[in-house]
């Protein structure tokens, strides 16, 4: 089990290799744009990574089934633990959180674009709009407050 793992570090490792010399060569990039041919090496080896990636992916998910079974008794205890309130009083201390930041995310949007039209017509107004936009992510930090003391309560 431990050479899959291996493997798919490998051919991790390999493509953010190939992935580093690309973005220092952008050259390379450039040829492949350009409909000309890439370096020998470049195309074997990025087929080469990731065939052994997606190759290893499959070898885990059919091989490690067995190891994730494997430890039934320990999920089963663990699992017993919680409660049916338990988990609804969980469910209910995250909403408060799940709840303010959508709604910081609806405030943040119009008050930002007008931040930035305010901005361009007059740039000593910048201080005057980061304060608003403050106010409005303040909203997601209260949410985040109420939840983290009712999980104080539970």
Same mark, same amino acid.
């Given at each position: 089990?431990?050479?899959?793992?291996?493997?798919?570090?490998? !051919?991790?490792? #390999? *493509?953010? &290799?190939? %992935?580093?010399?690309?973005?220092?060569?952008?050259?390379?990039? +450039? =040829?492949? /744009?350009?409909?000309?041919?890439?370096?020998?090496?470049?195309?074997?080896?990025?087929?080469?990574?990731?065939?052994?990636?997606?190759? !290893?992916?499959? #070898? *885990?998910? &059919?091989? %490690?089934?067995?190891?994730?079974?494997?430890?039934?008794?320990? +999920? =089963?205890? /663990?699992?017993?633990?919680?409660?049916?309130?338990?988990?609804?009083?969980?469910?209910?201390?995250?909403?408060?959180?799940?709840?303010?930041?959508?709604?910081?995310?609806?405030?943040? %949007?119009?008050?930002?674009?007008?931040?930035?039209?305010?901005?361009?017509?007059?740039?000593?107004?910048?201080?005057?709009?980061?304060?608003?936009?403050?106010?409005?992510?303040?909203?997601?930090?209260?949410?985040?407050?109420?939840?983290?003391?009712?999980?104080?309560?539970?």
């Amino acid at each position: 089990m431990y050479w899959l793992v291996a493997l798919m570090s490998l !051919a991790i490792v #390999g *493509l953010i &290799l190939v %992935g580093l010399v690309l973005a220092l060569r952008p050259d390379l990039l +450039a =040829a492949a /744009a350009g409909g000309t041919r890439l370096r020998r090496w470049l195309r074997p080896a990025l087929g080469t990574q990731l065939l052994i990636f997606v190759g !290893a992916q499959l #070898g *885990l998910l &059919l091989l %490690g089934i067995d190891q994730v079974f494997a430890q039934e008794g320990v +999920a =089963a205890v /663990a699992a017993a633990d919680v409660s049916t309130g338990l988990g609804l009083a969980i469910i209910g201390a995250g909403i408060p959180t799940a709840l303010s930041t959508i709604g910081a995310g609806i405030a943040v %949007g119009p008050i930002g674009a007008a931040s930035l039209a305010a901005i361009t017509e007059k740039p000593e107004t910048l201080g005057r709009t980061l304060i608003y936009m403050g106010l409005a992510e303040g909203i997601a930090i209260y949410g985040l407050v109420v939840s983290i003391l009712l999980l104080n309560r539970i």
